[in-house]
Nanobody, 119 residues
Framework: QVQLVESGGGLVQAGGSLRLSCAASGSVFSINDMTWYRQTPGKQRELVATITKQWSTNYAEAVKGRFTISRDNAKNTVYLEMNDLKPDDTAVYLC?????????????WGQGTQVTVSS
């Protein structure tokens, strides 16, 4: 069994910063891609940023230049550094990881962490 736990969300003023973390635990052999998504009520879940095991990254246009994704393979953890936050960044942020276990490889989701940006 694998669990993903996000942390680091909260309330911040526009222009502020937050750092999200997502740690995988359980029967983890290794992790391939790790991805941050965000979701607001009534909207489709949106990909925010992805990082491969080799540290190749990809960002949504809306966050390029403001957000940075990184990972610590030894800790099975992915981070999202968010700077110059805007009210439109308000959402529940969820992480997804492509995890290799003794049963094979599949994607796992965390429970999400709320980010609220006030104007």
């Amino acid at each position: 069994q694998v669990q993903l736990v996000e942390s680091g969300g909260g309330l911040v003023q526009a222009g502020g910063s937050l750092r999200l973390s997502c740690a995988a635990s359980g029967s983890v052999f290794s992790i391939n891609d790790m991805t941050w998504y965000r979701q607001t009520p009534g909207k489709q879940r949106e990909l925010v940023a992805t990082i491969t095991k080799q540290w190749s990254t990809n960002y949504a246009e809306a966050v390029k230049g403001r957000f940075t994704i990184s990972r610590d393979n030894a800790k099975n953890t992915v981070y999202l550094e968010m700077n110059d936050l805007k009210p439109d960044d308000t959402a529940v942020y969820l992480c997804n990881a492509d995890v290799v276990t003794y049963l094979g490889t599949r994607g796992y989701w965390g429970q999400g962490t709320q980010v609220t940006v006030s104007s």
